[in-house]
């Protein structure tokens, strides 16, 4: 990667992967630490199996957005960019920060403990549709057996999860009340794109066009990518290369909704923190 001008300038994306290695290192020097007392992180504990504890959910969801941009990061500042693979990267980023943002942001345990409730027991719930797929296509007795013992541990959580919300006082709720299955878009990516001040389609369009680059839809690779023959080409082909400034784009789209996350935890754990806030704070 090189600036367009073709100075000894920095290209966007190794700034950008500077700020995500700093903000890995922030996160997981906050989150190795016990709670700090009198922060919102320090009054739910115990209140709930740890598997339930908004804590809990949300900085698992929040290991997987850095340790997706921490390879990104790693990638780029080595001049690395892809066609296809730096776009999935992307979306995991995208869609643990946004779970993870959604927990955080609800200012009352009773809104922090249901929200980590619907994302672990929609994590459950789609375990539970591919393991009891699995066990039907077994091809062993062996394999049948060892597929039915872990639809059966899945059951076994999901029903523990039902028990523990609703023994905290959250069973009214009709999220708990009746399993609804979790839409990333509708639930979490449209409230933070009006909670954050941004334009609509900020993170919506962005998810859509990630989720296309991530599954290899060839239309969308050669949207993003170069397909300027080199000079003087006389093969009548396309060139397909990588264009940094089409990561980049949806970096920063992917940015603010990844440092809002990491703001989140930060004044939910009442600990190290971000420089400055994200938009809209």
């Known amino acids: 990667m ?30 190795s ?9 320090a009054d739910d504990f115990g209140k709930i199996q740890d598997t339930l504890d908004p804590a809990y959910i949300a900085s698992g969801k929040l290991l997987a957005a850095h340790d997706a941009a921490r390879a990104l990061s ?29 927990i955080l942001e609800g200012r009352t345990p009773r809104s922090r403990f249901v929200r980590a409730y619907v994302i672990a027991r929609d994590d459950l719930e789609s375990a539970r549709r591919r393991e009891t ?11 049948r057996g060892k597929r039915t013992a872990v ?19 959250y069973g009214d709720e009709r999220v708990v009340q ?31 066009l990630l989720s296309s680059l991530a599954h290899g839809s060839i239309t969308s690779v050669i949207g993003f990518a170069d397909t300027t023959p080199p000079d003087a080409s006389d093969v009548p082909q ?3 290369r990588t264009r940094p400034e089409s990561v980049e784009d949806l970096a920063a789209a992917v940015d603010i909704l990844f440092q809002a996350a990491n703001w989140e935890w930060f004044r939910y754990s009442d600990s190290v923190s971000l420089h400055g806030t994200p938009s809209g704070q």
């Open 178 to 208: 009746k399993w609804v299955r979790f839409d990333l878009s509708e639930t979490v990516l449209k409230k933070a794109q009006e909670h954050l001040g941004q334009p609509d389609l900020t993170f919506t369009l962005a998810l859509g």
């Open 74 to 102: 790693l990638l780029w500042n080595a001049g690395h960019v892809h066609n296809v693979a730096d776009y999935a990267l992307l979306r995991t980023i995208i869609e643990c920060a946004g779970a993870a943002w959604w």
């Open 238 to 240: 396309r060139f397909v």
């Open 133 to 143: 797929q699995s066990v039907r296509y077994a091809r062993t007795d062996e394999g």
């Open 33 to 41: 630490r016990l709670p700090t007392s009198g922060s919102p992180r």
């Open 2 to 31: 090189s600036s367009e001008d073709g100075k000894d300038q920095p290209h966007p994306l190794h700034l950008r992967a500077d700020r995500w290695l700093q903000a890995v290192e922030d996160f997981h020097t906050s989150s």
């Open 151 to 169: 639809v059966n541990r899945v059951n076994q959580l999901i029903t523990r999860s039902q028990k523990a919300i609703t023994d905290a006082g």
